[in-house]
C-alpha cells in the first residue's frame, strides 16, 4: 500500500460527459501528480501541484482541469469526454517536486 | 526538453538469466533518475532512485542501476532473472527537481 488512495477504482461514462477523480496523496506529501497512461500513448504526465499551487503542466487537455485542495487532496476534471480520454489515471505524490513519488492504484476510466 | 528513453519495448529473457533494462536520459543539469515497475493492474512501485550520491544505485528485489554521466545512461540490471519479476519497467527522470518524466516502458517477459 503506498499510500496514496484514488476514488473510484473504475468509472464508465458516456461520450460528452464530464467526471472528477480524485486523489488523497501520502500524509505529509506536499507534491500531487497526475499522469494518463493508455496503450498507445504509455504514460503522460498531465499537471503537477506543489501545496496548493500549480507546479509543471505537461500534456493536458484544455477540456481536462486539475486543482489541489488546502487539506492537500487533489481532484482531477474531465469534461466533454470523447472515446479516446478512456484510460489509467495515476495519481503521484511526493514529499517535494521531484522527489520520489508514490502511486495510488489509478481510477480506470472507460468513455463508451 | 528534458526526458528518458528506453530501448526496447519488450526483452524476453530465461529464468536465471541476466536483466538488462536501458534507459538513456536528455538533461542539460545533472538530473535525479529513478526506475519504477508496474505490475499488472497496480500502480507504478518505486525500484531505485540516483540523487547524486553513488553512482551505483542498489534497489529491491535484487535490482540496481549504474548512473554513468558520459554515456547519459541509466540501465536498471539484475543478475538472475525471477518469474516474478514480469512486469512492465519505466524509468524516470526529474530534471531542477521539478515535475518527473517517464520512458515510454519496457515489458520484461521471463521464460521458464
Known amino acids: 500500500d503506498s499510500g496514496v488512495t484514488q476514488t473510484p477504482k473504475h468509472l464508465i461514462t458516456a461520450t460528452g460527459q464530464r467526471v472528477t477523480l480524485r486523489c488523497s496523496p501520502r500524509s505529509g506529501d506536499l507534491s500531487v501528480y497526475w499522469y494518463q497512461q493508455s496503450l498507445d500513448q504509455g504514460l503522460q504526465f498531465l499537471i503537477q501541484?506543489?501545496?496548493?499551487?500549480?507546479?509543471a503542466k505537461g500534456n493536458i487537455l484544455e477540456r481536462f482541469s486539475a486543482q489541489q485542495f488546502p487539506d492537500l487532496h487533489s481532484e482531477l476534471n474531465l469534461s466533454s469526454l470523447e472515446l479516446g480520454d478512456s484510460a489509467l489515471y495515476f495519481c503521484?505524490?511526493?514529499?517535494?517536486?521531484?522527489?520520489?513519488?508514490?502511486f495510488g492504484q489509478g481510477t480506470r476510466l472507460t468513455v463508451v | 526538453a528534458q526526458s528518458v528513453t528506453q530501448l526496447g519495448s519488450h526483452v524476453s529473457v530465461s529464468e536465471g538469466a541476466l536483466v538488462l533494462l536501458r534507459c538513456n536520459y536528455s538533461s542539460s543539469v545533472p538530473p535525479y533518475l529513478f526506475w519504477y515497475v508496474q505490475y499488472p493492474n497496480q500502480g507504478l512501485q518505486l525500484l531505485l532512485k540516483y540523487t547524486s550520491a553513488a553512482t551505483l544505485v542498489k534497489g529491491i528485489n535484487g535490482f540496481e542501476a549504474e548512473f554513468k554521466k558520459s554515456e547519459t545512461s541509466f540501465h536498471l540490471t539484475k543478475p538472475s532473472a525471477h518469474m516474478s519479476d514480469a512486469a512492465e519497467y519505466f524509468c524516470a527522470v526529474s530534471p531542477n527537481n521539478n515535475d518527473m518524466r517517464f520512458g515510454a516502458g519496457t515489458r520484461l517477459t521471463v521464460k521458464p
Open positions: 501541484y506543489y501545496n496548493g499551487e500549480e507546479r
Open positions: 503521484a505524490s511526493s514529499v517535494t517536486p521531484g522527489a520520489e513519488a508514490f
